[in-house]
């Protein structure tokens, strides 16, 4: 088990929001990833931690957050919008990428996002307005085609990981793919449903997405590696 040097809650400040974020960084983080999670759910989702947990563990620093204010939530809760307001949750993601950079304790960290569900297409949205700060992505049964004209624009590393079973998503994440332009990998985990809740399933996106931000957030000295 890594040690962790920092863990705290954060108020994350924006234009006409404050959002709140769990923030845990190993010793010697190689770099930090910013989650975006995915349609009604939050920073307490437990797949998302879950996959946090193997990212510290791996060197990595993992911050998650709530794209929606508490009153948002509340909204979207009834009416269920909000979840696909891609501009929206883009819009929120973006502000938090550029205010880690301009963090004393995270400026020197490369950055990359895990998006989940609708939270891919902000994922990738916001990794094609920012390629000078986002380094990679990685998308857990993720909504890339709800990206649009922004899937061509996304030249950093992109990791797609899709249920196997998860036959109309794993469609949607084929066509995404062909749309783009810099490396995408699909990867299909077999017998897999759209949760990831079959024995072993999570562990499996959660190592894939250790191994592939491992490979793509290189701090100046760990790219001498």
């Known amino acids: 088990m890594r040690t962790v040097s920092q863990a705290q809650m ?17 010793v010697n983080a190689r770099g930090i990833v910013l989650f975006a999670h995915g349609s ?21 620093a993992t911050l998650l957050m709530d794209l929606l204010t508490e ?3 509340r909204i979207d809760n009834q009416t ?13 993601l973006s502000a938090t990428v550029q205010w880690a ?19 891919a297409a902000a994922a990738l949205v916001t990794a094609a ?16 085609d709800l990206a649009g004209d922004s899937l061509p624009e996304v030249k950093q ?23 783009m332009t810099g490396e995408v990998t699909l990867k299909i985990v077999p017998r897999a449903t759209h949760l990831f809740e079959e024995p072993g399933a999570l562990a499996q996106v959660a190592d894939s997405a250790a191994a592939w931000f491992w490979r793509t957030l290189k701090t100046p ?3 001498r590696e």
């Open 10 to 26: 954060l108020r994350i400040p924006m234009t006409g929001a404050t959002l709140n974020a769990d923030f845990v960084s190993p």
């Open 40 to 60: 009604g759910s939050g920073r307490h989702s437990h797949r998302n931690q879950f996959v946090a947990r193997v990212l510290q563990e791996s060197a990595i």
């Open 71 to 73: 009153q948002e939530e």
């Open 80 to 92: 269920r919008e909000l979840r696909f307001d891609i501009d929206l949750l883009a819009s929120r």
């Open 101 to 119: 950079s301009q963090q004393p304790m995270l400026k020197d960290l490369p950055i990359g996002l895990f998006g989940a569900s609708t939270g």
């Open 129 to 144: 307005k920012h390629p000078g700060l986002v380094k990679s992505v990685v998308s857990r049964g993720g909504r890339p």
């Open 157 to 179: 590393p992109t990791l797609l990981i899709v249920g196997g079973h998860d036959e109309a998503v794993l469609v949607l994440n084929q066509q995404a793919k062909a749309k």
């Open 221 to 223: 000295a760990s790219a």
